[in-house]
């Protein structure tokens, strides 16, 4: 366990990960059509217009590329004033192929006021693919609070991972199932039958 941070572990069958994130930070999940994501809220700015935020949303894709889910990522963004692109990498992600893109954009915040200043907000963007589940991994702050919790998202990517079986998914049972029972007897019984006219004498003897 890494200190000042807690677990978390998906009891969702279409979405099963677990990762560890700021321990003070407050986790919701949020369900969106076919898609699900565990929504990590972090402080909020001095000027309290925005807060960080680290987001893993996992929907599911057909044969998409991790580099087409990128290139519209960007083109969803690539309106916005100010857009920049920082940087784009590929690598591995918990075994998996993944995308890694960094933007800068400005929107203005605080948002429905008179008063909205422009101000510039950062992001990266980790995509990778699993079975039929794209998943992506989303760090947001504004850009003079980036590097404050880049390690905290390093963190979450780092200590990501895909579970065998989601927690709370599937019941395991303890006893011991009838027909296994049956099984021994009948076997027991068999044994009992079989033995030599000899065995029964010597154990009757």
Same mark, same amino acid.
């Given at each position: ?5 807690? !677990? ?12 560890? $994130? ?6 919701? &999940? @949020? ?28 929907? !599911?894709?057909? #044969?998409?590329?991790?580099?087409? /889910? ?10 916005? !004033?100010?857009?920049? &692109? +920082? ?10 192929? /993944?995308?890694?893109?960094? @933007?800068? %954009?400005?929107?203005?915040?605080? +948002?429905?006021? @008179?008063? /909205?200043?422009?101000?510039? @907000?950062?992001? *990266?963007?980790?995509?990778? *693919?699993?079975?039929? #589940?794209?998943?992506?991994?989303? %760090?947001? /702050?504004?850009?003079?609070? $980036? ?10 990517? *780092? ?6 079986? !989601? ?6 049972? +303890? ?7 049956? *099984? ?8 009992? &039958? ?12």
């Amino acid at each position: 366990m890494v200190e000042g941070y807690v !677990p978390f572990q998906s009891t969702r069958p279409s979405a099963p990960c677990s990762f560890l $994130y700021p321990a003070d930070w407050q986790i919701r &999940e @949020i369900e969106q059509d076919e898609s699900v994501e565990f929504f990590i809220a972090g402080p909020r700015s001095p000027t309290g217009t925005c807060a960080a935020s680290f987001t893993v949303r996992v929907s !599911p894709v057909s #044969q998409e590329m991790l580099e087409d /889910a990128a290139a519209a990522f960007l083109s969803r963004y690539r309106p916005a !004033p100010g857009f920049s &692109e +920082l940087g784009r990498a590929s690598g591995m992600v918990a075994g998996c192929p /993944a995308v890694e893109v960094e @933007i800068t %954009y400005r929107m203005p915040l605080p +948002l429905n006021s @008179i008063n /909205a200043q422009a101000t510039t @907000i950062r992001e *990266r963007h980790i995509f990778l *693919r699993r079975g039929g #589940q794209l998943y992506e991994l989303l %760090y947001m /702050a504004l850009d003079e609070d $980036y590097r404050t919790w880049l390690e905290a998202f390093r963190t979450l990517v *780092r200590t990501f991972a895909f579970l065998e079986e !989601p927690v709370g998914a599937t019941f395991q049972p +303890l006893v011991t199932p009838s027909s296994q029972i049956l *099984r021994e007897d009948a076997i027991g019984y068999e044994n009992d &039958e079989g033995k030599s006219s000899e065995q029964s004498e010597h154990d009757h003897g």
